[in-house]
Structures are given as structure tokens and as C-alpha cells.
């Protein structure tokens, strides 16, 4: 383990509700910190998990208006859409820390699963998930058990077609506090592809082989949270939930955090 000498500088408000429930002098790592990175190397002993290098999504996002690629960190765990447990041994970190994350894994237990493995016992995964309701996931239908266990058996590796077609077709505009004033509805929200084009996009993304990134999975905050403790019931998966903070008024995302057990 690395040693930090100097003080740690306060960690900004959002990194703090995402991390709160986290022993972040252990070691760990940080699921696609792209731009926007909570954990600085500087200060923690954590390392930087994408499926892959920093070249490559430097290139990605060259045109994305949203994305600053200077501010990308190299990625210490490239895993070109392998589970983590392929890369770490059982047992070996304290922590994880996934923003904007979990919705995009083409497994959501599998996943789970896997950095339980990883974790030491007592160990913590902490999440931020968009909230369906306030993001442009608006317009979709909650994901439900039987999906996630789907997923789970056939071991899924990349989206299915099936929720490659529900995000595309369903992707709208929205913003939270819009969402919150109720301006922007499920009912009036506009469709970001054009009605006119979007089945031959969705026929020509049917046709690729390559990965599609979307978000696989989609839930309210307390919808996730049911849906997640039926799982750990029936499946008997090693963990519980120690925090869990709400989607808060005018904002997107939900915070939980896993122990592992």
C-alpha cells in the first residue's frame, strides 16, 4: 500500500455523499473515471478500472463537447468488457467506488458478483445511478428481476439487442430540475432520433458486431433498492446494503452502497 503524507484536501459534495460510507485509507479502485475523476492517485491508493486504455477513449470523445480528454487519467485495468475478478485476485481491495456505471454493464449481478470477489470481507461497493425519472431514461420502462436474472444466465457480455433498441428508440431529452418541475414529462419529452430514420438506425445497429454501449438497466431510486435486496434474497448473493440516499430534488442520480458480507 501506498503511504500518503500530506493531508488530504476536502472532497468536493457529490464525492462525499459517493463515498461516505467507504475506508478510503484502504486500497481500491475506481470504475470509468473518463474526465471527471472522484479519487485522485495524489491522495488515495486507488486504481483506475475502463474497458479501455486512455488512447482510445481519448479518441472516442475527441468530439464530444461534454468530455474534457485532457483530463482523462491513464487506466491502470483495461478490461476490454471482462469481469474484474479476471484481473485482481479474491480478496485484495477495500473498496470500489462506480459512478455512472452499474446501468451500463451488460450483467448487473454478474458484475456485482465479480467485485464481491474482489472485495475483502467488509469491503464496500459505492454506486451513483441515474435515477430514471430525471434523465433521459424518462420515457423506459423499469427493468425488472427477471431481466436482471436473465442477463445473469446467459451471461451476457454486451447489451442485448433488445435493450439496444429500447434505449435508441427511447432516448429523450430531459433535463432534472425540468423533470422535477414536471415541464418535461414522460408524455411530452422529445425523442432524441428522428421517428423518420430511427428503424433503420436500429437496423443497421442489429447488424454490427462490435459493442453498443446503452444503459442496460433503468429504475427510480427506491425501485432499485427493492429490486436489488429481492436479488441478494433469492440468490443468496454476499452482501447488504449499508447506505442509501434518495434522488434529491432537482438532481439525477441516487447513491447505495454494498457491503460485502
Same mark, same amino acid.
Given at each position: ?11 468536493? +459534495? ?144 454486451? +447489451? ?102
Amino acid at each position: 500500500m501506498r503511504l500518503f503524507q500530506k493531508p488530504r484536501p476536502a472532497l468536493p +459534495p457529490r464525492t462525499k455523499k459517493i463515498t461516505s460510507a467507504l475506508n478510503l485509507a484502504g486500497k481500491g479502485i475506481e470504475y470509468g473515471p473518463l474526465h471527471a475523476v472522484l479519487l485522485r492517485k495524489a491522495h488515495y491508493d486507488v486504481s483506475y478500472v475502463d474497458y479501455a486504455d486512455r488512447a482510445y477513449l481519448a479518441e472516442h470523445y475527441a468530439n464530444n463537447p461534454d468530455v474534457d480528454v485532457s483530463l482523462i487519467p491513464e487506466i491502470d485495468i483495461v478490461t476490454g468488457g471482462k469481469l474484474i475478478s479476471e484481473f485482481l485476485p479474491e480478496e485484495s481491495i477495500d473498496y470500489v467506488v462506480a459512478s455512472h456505471v452499474m446501468e451500463h454493464v451488460p450483467d448487473l449481478l454478474g458484475w456485482l458478483e465479480s467485485n464481491l470477489r474482489v472485495l475483502k470481507l467488509g469491503g464496500r461497493i459505492a454506486v451513483a445511478f441515474p435515477d430514471k425519472r430525471y434523465c433521459f431514461d424518462l420515457k423506459r420502462k423499469n427493468s425488472t428481476i427477471s431481466d436482471v436474472m436473465a442477463a445473469y444466465l446467459e451471461k451476457r457480455t454486451k +447489451p442485448s439487442f433488445q435493450q439496444i433498441c429500447d434505449h435508441f428508440w427511447n432516448v429523450s431529452k430531459a433535463k432534472a430540475a425540468d423533470c422535477w418541475k414536471k415541464s418535461t414529462t414522460p408524455d411530452n419529452a422529445e425523442y432524441v432520433h428522428d421517428r423518420r430514420t430511427i428503424v433503420d438506425t436500429l437496423r443497421k445497429m442489429g447488424a454490427r458486431e462490435d459493442y453498443i454501449d446503452c444503459h442496460c438497466w433503468v429504475f427510480p431510486d427506491f425501485k432499485f433498492l427493492e429490486t436489488m435486496n429481492v436479488i441478494r434474497s433469492v440468490h443468496n448473493v454476499g452482501f447488504e446494503v449499508v447506505s442509501f440516499y434518495p434522488t434529491q430534488p432537482n438532481t439525477l442520480e441516487f447513491y447505495v452502497t454494498f457491503e460485502k458480507i
